[in-house]
């Protein structure tokens, strides 16, 4: 493996949001989220195959934080944005995402 392929195995995009709440987490920034990964609206995504260290901060009655990390899987123009697939989650944050999606009915696989 040469150093550049090595480089780019290595490198990692951090997103890192804060959020008031966990519906504004799901209509301000991600406008789907599963168990499986996210579709996070940006006007400049990333291209397919880059991994991202993931960390949505989530006010709720405490501060909760979802962190891992992922891959971009897919790009789309309208609406703009990207498939985020987690590759892994603490096992925390494994645990909140269910909850907060099994609270807000809206979990799928």
């Known amino acids: ?3 550049d392929d090595h480089q780019r195995i290595e490198k990692r995009v951090t997103i890192n949001k804060e959020f008031e709440s966990f519906d504004a987490f799901v209509h301000e920034y991600v406008t789907n989220v599963s ?3 996210v579709f996070i609206r940006s006007k400049d995504p990333l291209p397919v195959g880059t991994k991202v260290d993931l960390k949505f901060t989530v006010i ?3 501060v909760e934080v979802i962190e891992g990390t992922g891959e971009v899987v ?3 123009e309208d609406p703009p944005g990207m498939g985020v ?3 892994t989650l603490t096992k925390y944050s494994e645990d909140l995402l269910v909850r907060l999606l099994t609270l807000h009915g809206a ?3």
């Open 60 to 62: 709720m009655d405490e």
């Open 1 to 3: 493996m040469s150093s």
């Open 85 to 87: 697939a987690f590759t």
């Open 74 to 76: 897919r790009v789309q």
């Open 107 to 109: 979990v799928r696989s």
């Open 35 to 37: 168990r499986s990964g």
